[in-house]
Structure formats: C-alpha cells, structure tokens
C-alpha cells in the first residue's frame, strides 16, 4: 500500500517516437580525388568520437598522367636533356652579349627559356614519384603530394569504409558523421489528435529502463501530410546535449501535455484495476481489511494517474496486488489475509 497525494499534472498523450539525426546533422566525407589511402593513417573505428577539423585520411593521389612508369621515365629524361641544351645555350648567349654580338633581350630570353626547362624537369620527377608513392600507399617523402580529408563537423563516426592502403575512386564514401550535439524526437501524432495541436504546451521522454522522465527543449514541427497507413502524422522536438544512454534509430515514447496542469488525488498505475468496466481502487481502511471505491481517471504522467471519486488525501492505497484483493472479494472462503468491502 502507499498513501494517495495530491499532485499536479497536464492532460497527455503518449506517442511512438524514435530518436533521429537533427536536420544538417550528417555528413558523408567522400575523396576528392582517386588513389590510394596512406598506410600509416589512425583507423577510425565507427562510435568514435572526432572533432570538427580533425584528420580523417590521407589520400596520395594518382599521378594523373597515367599508370605507366616507363613512359614517365621517358618524360623525366627528356625533360633533363631540354634543361642541359637550355643551360649551354643561355651560357653562349650570354658570352655574345658580353661582346655586343647579341642585343641583351635574346639574353633574357634564354634565362625564361632555362628556368622553364627547370621547372618541366620539377614537374616530370614529382609525376614519377607519385606514381610511385601511389602504388606503394606510403608516401613518406611525399607529404605535400596527400590530400588530407577532415572532419567537416564533430560528432562521432556512423559508418568507416576506410581501409589503409587500398584504392579510391573519386567521390567515393569512406566516413559517414553525425552531430550528436542535439537530436530530434520523432513522434507519430494520430489522426485523431490534429484538432488539438494548438494545445500542446510542453514534451518530454520517456525510455524503458530509464531513471525518469527527460523534458525536451523545444517543438521543431508538426507535420501537414497525413501517412496513409499509419493515418499519423510526424511531431518533431528537440533535444540538446543527450546522454549516453540515447542512440540514433532507438524507439522511445514521447509524450505531449495538452493542457495546463491541474491539482488532484493521484496514485500509481498499478493501483488502478478494471472491474467489469469500472476503473475502481482498494483503500486499506483497517489492517487487513480493504474498500472497493470506483474512480474516474484523469491525466497520467510518468507512472501516475489521478482519480476523481471518494478518496481523500492520505488514505492508503493499494499499490501492488490490487487484482488479487479484487479476486478475493469474490471467494466464498474468507481470505487468508484481510477481507473486502
């Protein structure tokens, strides 16, 4: 038994709801370009915890001047021998320039002409080393070659398709995030509830298992299309900063107060019992002996129902076995253990 309160509460509803990302909170970090994924990068495990601008992977790209080595040889040597030529001919010119054989502009030009052999050499030996870093996933000496992907936001990793060393296309995915910095609550508002959406005043969650009730921060949106199977529509609140003990996709209850709270006896549901249609409740009126007293139900919340009828604040509820009471009533022996009104 325990003592029947006085206590506030708002008229509700409770609804399936599920816990969803918040709008603009996923992100796919695809490749920006193809080639191969560093084989010295952290291996981010899917739960795991990253911070906007952290380091995801490194990719070493493809040369993007084909896959064969032999023809980037080639490249390289000639490049070599254009530099030799234009190194001897700057050197001629300016030795006829010297003696005024030559104006000095062929001297100018000679030098643009050596310093573009210079860097065509440059350009022919880094294409032949990345190739070949690429092939090697490594890249140690290459590091200004690797494109660095980052997290575009903090949150944790969903999804890790990330395999150190192997091949990349571009575009492709390798991490899905989500912000779990605020999520949204997902409830299924029925049919029969749309007129009485200008009532609602405040929300909260309920979780099986859970300690209690979790009061969310703020409506998001009621919807305006009806779902033709389940004739609902969705209801959206918010909720800042959950806990651990909340994950994306998990199935909750959500339950909406419609009204301001009003003051009445309340009890625990498990006092309430149905009796051929008529919710009543068994008051302890000495020490082993109870009274049947039929109630009217009125707002639930968090385990509580209030009662309208003839129970007064402080009388002794039965709280837990309340069918068996009502089952000993209708015994033709006398109960082992008190006895019914």
């Known amino acids: 038994t325990g003592p029947a309160e006085r206590s506030r509460m708002s008229e509700s509803l409770v609804l399936a709801a599920v816990i969803e990302v918040r709008t603009g909170g996923r992100v796919d970090v695809t490749t920006p370009v193809a080639g191969r994924l560093a084989n010295d990068m952290s291996v981010r495990a899917a739960g795991s915890r990253v911070e906007r601008g952290e380091s995801l992977a490194e990719i070493i790209p493809h040369s993007g ?34 003696v005024g054989a030559l104006p000095r502009r062929r001297q100018l030009e000679a030098r643009v002409t050596e310093q573009t052999a210079t860097a065509r050499v440059s350009a022919a030996e880094a294409h032949l080393a ?32 990330a395999t150190p060393g192997a091949s990349v296309e571009q575009g492709a995915r390798l991490f899905r995030l989500v912000a779990l910095d605020r999520v949204h609550i997902v409830g299924a508002l029925p049919e029969a509830e ?41 209801i959206v609140y918010e909720l800042s900063a959950p806990n651990r003990r909340f994950a994306i996709g998990q199935a909750v209850s959500l339950r909406v107060f419609l009204s301001a709270a009003t003051e009445a006896i309340a009890v625990p549901e498990s006092s309430i019992v149905d009796d051929a ?65």
């Open 65 to 98: 001047h084909g896959d064969d080595r032999p023809a980037l040889l080639l490249d390289v040597a000639e490049a070599r021998d254009a530099l030799e030529l234009a190194r001897a001919e700057r050197t001629r010119v300016e030795r006829l320039v010297a």
């Open 130 to 161: 990345q190739l070949d870093a690429t092939r090697a996933g490594e890249g140690e000496d290459v590091g200004d070659m690797r494109f660095v992907l980052r997290a575009p936001m903090s949150g944790v990793v969903a999804e890790a398709d």
């Open 194 to 234: 749309l007129s009485r959406v200008d009532e609602l005043v405040a929300a909260e969650l309920e979780i099986p298992g859970s300690a209690g009730p979790v009061a969310l921060d703020r409506l998001i949106s009621i919807g305006r299309v009806l779902d033709p199977d389940s004739r609902t529509v969705p």
């Open 277 to 341: 249609g008529q919710p009543v409740v068994f008051v302890q009126v000495t020490g082993e002996s109870f009274e049947r007293r039929a109630v009217r139900l009125g707002n639930r919340e968090s385990g509580l129902v209030q009662i309208n009828g003839d129970v007064a604040p402080g009388e002794r509820i039965v709280v837990r076995g309340a069918p068996l009471i009502r089952l000993a009533a209708f015994s033709a022996q006398v109960p082992a253990h008190g006895h019914v009104h």
